[in-house]
């Protein structure tokens, strides 16, 4: 069956509707945050008098968020990034109940859980056991919520052996992940991450790489603050950027990341720039899928194939050959090439056409994106970068060499 194309219009149209219909857990609008900051110190009752009467207040008022608005949806892994100082962890503080905004309202739906200082709430002179329950208080749960959790937060951090033991006692990796543990595990409706990603050893990160990997598939709702472009593109289905106390852009976790990281440089990309080579060739990119038994995914299981569907449009007739899927890690190296070498040439003459490639998973953990390429032989080039990514469940890499998969293709349903 041939699919026509999707105007840009009529995309972001269903985009919108897809939003209206789900439902909003936390809701933020026209919120402003100031403080005062002192530049005069007054010590003495007279000092104090002359700045009274002159006018003088001993202190600026330094504005940090300005009307913030937005919504973050169930199931949102919802990425907020800015540069230092732009205003972000005060949002989240604002978020969290910490602050008070100057003006301007918060709302969700269910039981916010934040962490936005590791080992915040925890006493040094009770025991990993007795933190458990004080920091679980903190965060509103019963102790007969939390007795329910605890066997999970204890196994999660790997400290079985430890906790009877006064946390002051305990390494400071030993005491991140117990406090890490504790927020990730208790059972909130929304969990609200600053800069968290990178705690612990090497092992524990990779744990926790996992519990955001099982988040993303389960549809649990997230708010994450990070300098990380690289965890936004992993892991965010929406980002905002807060540049000078406001909402420079909302939306796409890449164009977001783009955005981040071109506000260093000065210069941003044009978001109706055409796709490399589109001018140029015959073939034009539509779109394009990954699914899982039907369903599109970006976070694929150790071993569970997929298929990746590629809308084309034609000009001219054009062999399938031509076309080409390019699945490359994350490091920039190819990881396979498709349709492999035993698929049949196909004339997809001029038109609109959906390739479907059955692919026989056998990636490692890591990054992957897809590259749409156009390659006859005698002309190759980019039809669309990075049209799409996707990323490996975080098992440990095998010593094995990347495997070309087995591929079945089929086109507009044949």
């Excluded at 269910?110 to 990993?128: A, C, D, M, Q, W």
């Amino acid at each position: 069956m041939s699919m026509t194309s999707i105007s840009r219009s009529a995309k972001n149209s269903e985009d919108l509707q897809k939003d209206s219909d789900r439902k909003i857990a936390l809701r933020v609008r026209d919120v402003s945050k100031s403080f005062k900051l002192p530049v005069d110190r007054a010590n003495s009752l007279k000092v104090s008098l002359l700045n009274l009467l002159h006018g003088r207040t001993g202190y600026r008022i330094q504005q940090v968020l300005k009307d913030i608005s937005f919504d973050v949806y169930e199931g949102d892994f919802f990425g907020i990034v800015g540069k230092n100082g732009s205003g972000k962890s005060t949002l989240l503080k604002i978020i969290s109940q910490i602050y008070a905004p100057d003006s301007g309202t918060v709302s969700e739906t269910g039981k916010l859980v934040p962490f936005i200082e590791l080992g915040v709430g925890f006493n040094p002179e009770l025991t990993g056991r007795e933190n458990v329950y004080l920091n679980g208080a903190m965060l509103g749960f019963t102790n007969e919520e939390i007795d329910a959790m605890y066997d999970d937060i204890v196994e999660f951090a790997e400290l079985q052996d430890f906790m009877e033991q006064k946390l002051k006692n305990y390494s400071s990796g030993m005491q991140v992940r117990l406090a890490f543990s504790v927020a990730i595990k208790s059972q909130g409706d929304i969990l609200v991450l600053d800069e968290v990603l990178a705690v612990g050893d090497e092992a524990f990160q990779k744990k926790c790489q996992d519990y955001f990997f099982e988040a993303k598939r389960n549809k649990k709702t997230i708010i994450l603050v990070t300098h990380s472009m690289g965890d936004v593109r992993r892991y965010c289905n929406r980002a905002m950027f807060i540049q000078d106390g406001k909402i420079a852009k909302i939306g796409d976790p890449e164009k977001i990341a783009d955005a981040y990281s071109n506000s260093f440089l000065g210069t941003s990309k044009s978001d109706n720039e055409h796709p490399e080579g589109a001018k140029e060739s015959s073939l034009i990119l539509d779109g394009i899928k990954l699914t899982v038994n039907g369903a599109e995914q970006q976070y694929i299981e150790k071993y569970e194939d997929f298929d990746i569907a590629v809308n084309i449009h034609n000009t001219e007739p054009v062999e399938s050959t031509a076309l080409r899927v390019d699945v490359v890690d994350g490091r920039g190296w190819l990881a396979f090439s498709l349709p492999d070498r035993d698929s049949k040439p196909h004339v997809l003459q001029p038109g609109s056409h959906t390739i479907v490639y059955s692919v026989k998973n056998t990636l490692a953990f890591g990054d992957f994106h897809v590259d749409i390429v156009f390659d006859n032989g005698t002309k190759r080039f980019v039809i669309k970068a990075a049209a799409y990514q996707f990323h490996m469940r975080g098992y440990a890499v095998s010593a094995m060499p990347l495997m070309i998969p087995h591929t079945e293709v089929t086109i507009d349903g044949n």
